[in-house]
């Protein structure tokens, strides 16, 4: 099998009670960003259908590096500003995935 070069990342959010939806929003707004992000083929926000305030980010990028210099795109510390009150505890650094291939273009 040859060996991707994509970097993944799987990251999940608690949300205080009641704030889930605007959350999402925000994160959505992040996609909007991401759109003109180099190297960025797939960023998807979601809710846990198992956990009630939980709401998912995956990431799909050509490299790790590309992932890192999107946090440096105009807009985007201001909308984790707006997310971290949001939040029912400290973010964590979400799942790190080796992406083996698929189908991206949706």
């Avoid at 009641?18 to 926000?45: F, N, P, T, W």
């Avoid at 259908?49 to 990028?61: L, P, R």
């Avoid at 807009?75 to 291939?101: C, F, S």
Wanted: charged share 25%.
């Amino acid at each position: 099998m040859k060996k991707s070069t994509l970097y993944g990342l799987q990251g999940g959010f608690e949300a205080k009670e009641g704030q889930k939806e605007q959350l999402a929003e925000i994160l959505l707004e992040a996609a909007d960003l991401m759109k003109s992000a180099q190297g960025c083929r797939l960023y998807a926000v979601s809710f846990d259908t198992n956990q009630a305030n939980q709401v998912c980010v995956t990431e799909i990028w050509d490299s790790k590096e590309d992932h890192d210099n999107s946090l440096n795109l105009a807009g985007v510390r201001e909308l984790i500003g707006k997310a971290i009150p949001l939040l029912a505890g400290n973010p964590t650094k979400g799942q790190e995935l080796e992406i083996l291939g698929g189908f991206f273009g949706c």
